[in-house]
DNA sequence: GCTTAACCGAGACGGTACGTCCCGTCTTGTT
DNA sequence: AACAAGACGGGACGTACCGTCTCGGTTAAGC
């Protein structure tokens, strides 16, 4: 998750402060909220970190990094729930991925750093990874539990099963962020649950 | 779409230059392409178009502003195909968006100005204006389409109408937005059959 | 004086406003002692004589060549008074100087054309032509009248004349305008009576 | 004679280049030669130094500070020569000043400030700290010489002596620069005999 | 408990782009 | 033909950050 060298500490010398990265993070959530992804400078995270800009400087490469770090540490307390069914189950992580996404911190970084990973491949990669990949577990869980309950065929040819992951994952996800960041209208229950509808229905109906 | 105000042309003086609007546009368009939003800088689009920087910003507040006019134009380009069934339709207009988004002029300044958007009010209102509500037209369009066709029911609540034309709206260009953008997988003919069978049936199983 | 061909009202059309031209010349004197020198754009002092920026470049060449015209003027009430001797006659001529120079419009555009001088010939002759010489009559008649009252020897040489005149004025002006200035010292009554002492012993001791 | 502080070394951080301030002034005069005044842009002075315009723009407030200080050195090479009497140590002294008043980058620039200093005490007193002050020694040193040798009577009296300084300060500097500047005439050496000649009856005749 | 190497704060550095101001010129339509 | 109005290409302004580079001064591991 950091851009440090994980096997870095062969030679002596002052260890690296570890309080210092959750300052630094901490400030760049802090300062996303006040200023926007535009205009805030690593040099001001710096200051509100209690920290130089050359500490900062040798731990991420640039602002794209460091926010994607700061970004991805807010995604990780979606938890799936059990509310006993699956459209249930979906309207839950559909709300709680909505009220995220509802925080400025979230929407300011998000969307820009999506954005300059348009043009750079190794960004993307790190958003990926820290962020897209880490929350795919709460579709396949969903799949699961579903298919223990009886709700959802068991599937069984495992390309297809990937694909109609990925598939869910895009229909979800960018569904949300499009209802939240672009078309700016709340994703409150009763939109919650006729997406989920929505949704269910499809997935039955064009499985096999 | 421009910033001027339209009737401004009361007093006397000698009046904007019309072929600068266009080669300002087709130069940021050209700009964004090689550069990116990111290293975009408005002087370097000035000189691209043969124009003063001076006379740029007498058109535009920013570059903000700019690239919602110069991205715009892309998706005018969009038509609903008539390929006989809806389905055939719908997939048509995903693929049609998909090339769009593709393209790098497009990818690069969208995304940049929806996470500039989620802190600048204004901006968020000219892009539903410029971009998104001129294409809510396909939605409105296809369905009644489908109608005529007999493939969809007659709707009458208008309401429920409305709300059902924004949940598609989000789903369609939400999820083609986050395949191509976020997960970086190409929206091809396969994927947008997958999705357009997903989607029906959501249709015809949530309605009533 | 103006910069505008005397003999340009050759052929026929819309004659010259006469009374923009003392517009402009008022106008850039207020401009003067609002804003000094320096930050005198040419557009505000066409604003402030109420006429357009394209009459003003059609009458003067620039900022330098208005500035001098707009100052040249202030210098011409400077009078050779009758005051009974030869020092106080001094004396008094000093007294005005200085006290022109005290205005802000004169010290602030003054010792920037001269500035701007040093660098254009045409302009430094256009202030020989405009201020300086024009002045000259002063020596020459103070010296006409001190010769008249048995003051001054007559003087034979016309060589050793002009030099002298020349190098009396270029004492009193200079000395007068370093004090003013560059000293920033007030030229008072007193000042202007040892000044004018330490002059006229000068001149009585070292004439043959 | 810099604008930072010279007690301002207290707190860490890396230490200003000392080189820098040299090669910035010693651009100012290049520039000043070759452009004059009015044409000197501080981007082309930090460009010729080898500079950043930051590093310019941290030590200096402006245009006018930095040429007052590129200009003071300038003036600092001035000696009272020992020519064994008071009119022949005068005249050479005389005869320097004019030499550094012919060289552009000295005419260029003082008046150019003196005219700015109109308008900005706090320019005027660096002019008067920098520059003029610092050169009063002349007279002061001459003088004394002078009562030495016994050209001159012994003063008494300090404030009609500081008086007297101010006076010939004026008399000398204003007389010089108005010839060289403004007359544009050679200030050679028939023209400083005859100036020293009346400034020297000039003297002793008002002294008591 | 002494070395010593990497860490840290501070802040100056060369550089790029910003958005503004004014320049002097050029269309407009009007007088 | 001169005029008011104002857009035009151009250039410099002074500022804000960038990412890098010295500084002097900690600070903990390993001798």
Redesign the pocket.
Not at 11 to 17: D, K, L, Y
Not at 50 to 55: D, E, I, L, P, R
């Given at each position: 998750m950091q851009s440090r060298t994980p096997a870095?500490r062969a030679?002596?010398?002052?260890?690296?402060?570890a309080a210092?990265d959750a300052a630094i993070l901490a400030a760049t959530r802090e300062a996303l909220v006040e200023l926007g992804w535009s205009?805030?400078?690593?040099?001001?995270v710096a200051t509100r970190a209690?920290?130089?800009?050359?500490?900062l400087?040798?731990?991420w490469a640039?602002?794209n990094e460091l926010v994607v770090d700061a970004v991805a540490e807010l995604f990780d307390e979606l938890r799936l729930p059990d509310r006993g069914s699956l459209a249930a189950d979906i309207e839950g992580v559909v709300l709680q991925f909505a009220a995220i996404l509802a925080r400025p911190e979230a929407k300011s970084g998000l969307m820009a750093v999506i954005a300059e990973a348009t043009r750079d491949d190794a960004l993307r990669e790190r958003i990926r990874t820290s962020i897209v990949d880490r929350q795919k577990r709460l579709v396949v869980e969903g799949r699961a539990r579903a298919q223990t309950r009886g709700e959802l065929p068991t599937e069984l040819d495992p390309a297809t099963g990937t694909a109609t992951v990925d598939l869910i994952f895009d229909v979800v996800v960018g569904t949300v962020v499009h209802r939240t960041l672009v078309s700016a209208e709340p994703a409150d229950e009763a939109w919650a649950q006729a997406f989920t509808a929505l949704l269910l229905h499809g997935l039955r109906g064009s499985a096999p």
């Open positions: 870095s030679a002596g010398g002052r260890p690296r402060s210092a205009k805030l400078t690593l040099g001001d209690g920290v130089a800009k050359t500490t400087y040798r731990r640039g602002k």
